[in-house]
Antibody, heavy 121, light 106 residues
Framework: EMQLLESGGGLVQPGGSLRLSCAASGFTFSSYAMSWVRQAPGKGLEWVSAISDSGGSTYYADSVKGRFTISRDNSKNTLYLQMNSLRAEDTAVYYC??????????????WGQGTLVTVSS | QSVLTQPPSASGTPGQRVTISCSGSSSNIGSNTVNWYQQLPGTAPKLLIYSDNQRPSGVPDRFSGSKSGTSASLAISGLQSEDEADYYCAAWDDTLFGGGTKLTVL
């Protein structure tokens, strides 16, 4: 059974750092691109970052570029999101998500349960 | 404010057919495929439709997607109480999401 298990969320002060992890199982992790998507309390979904299957290509939303870093360790079947210079507006549930491709388009075919990040003093 | 525009709410009675729209522009929906996600209360999103009108295995055929020009639609036929959820459209390889539509089953 496919599983994505996020961890590392919590309460952090503005300007602080946090690293999220996502442990994948039930599929060949190294064969799939992955992404992080967040959802602020009571709000909609916002794409944060994506990474290719090899980790050689990374992509970021403008709102986090220069502050967040996505990475992966295929030997550990784990996806990471290093978040620095955190702001109140980064408060959200962060979802780890598996990406798949159909023709030349991508979609998200599996989501983890999410981990809550709260940025507050 | 999302670049992809969805109605904030929609409703229907059991058995009814409802549609949820997603409006964009030539630079997003007009030139990319659209995916749809369902988010039941308190849970993670789930893929409903990909590449405009493809349904993943396990998704009932009551759910269908279509696209015309710069707009896309999700149709739900034979509405059931368990369909009450938030629905999101997405484009540009899921880097753009609509604001979401809360579907209420009356």
């Amino acid at each position: 059974e496919m599983q994505l298990l996020e961890s590392g969320g919590g309460l952090v002060q503005p300007g602080g750092s946090l690293r999220l992890s996502c442990a994948a199982s039930g599929f060949t992790f190294s064969s799939y691109a992955m992404s992080w998507v967040r959802q602020a309390p009571g709000k909609g979904l916002e794409w944060v970052s994506a990474i290719s299957d090899s980790g050689g290509s990374t992509y970021y939303a403008d709102s986090v570029k220069g502050r967040f870093t996505i990475s992966r360790d295929n030997s550990k079947n784990t996806l990471y999101l290093q978040m620095n210079s955190l702001r109140a507006e980064d408060t959200a549930v962060y979802y780890c998500a598996k990406r798949s491709q159909y023709s030349s388009s991508w979609y998200t075919d599996y989501w983890g349960q999410g981990t809550l990040v709260t940025v507050s003093s | 404010q999302s670049v992809l525009t969805q109605p904030p709410s929609a409703s229907g009675t059991p058995g009814q057919r409802v549609t949820i729209s997603c409006s964009g522009s030539s630079s997003n929906i007009g030139s990319n495929t659209v995916n749809w996600y369902q988010q039941l209360p308190g849970t993670a999103p789930k893929l409903l439709i990909y590449s405009d009108n493809q349904r993943p295995s396990g998704v009932p055929d009551r759910f269908s997607g279509s696209k015309s020009g710069t707009s896309a639609s999700l149709a739900i036929s034979g509405l059931q109480s368990e369909d009450e959820a938030d629905y999101y459209c997405a484009a540009w390889d899921d880097t753009l999401f609509g604001g979401g539509t809360k579907l209420t089953v009356l």
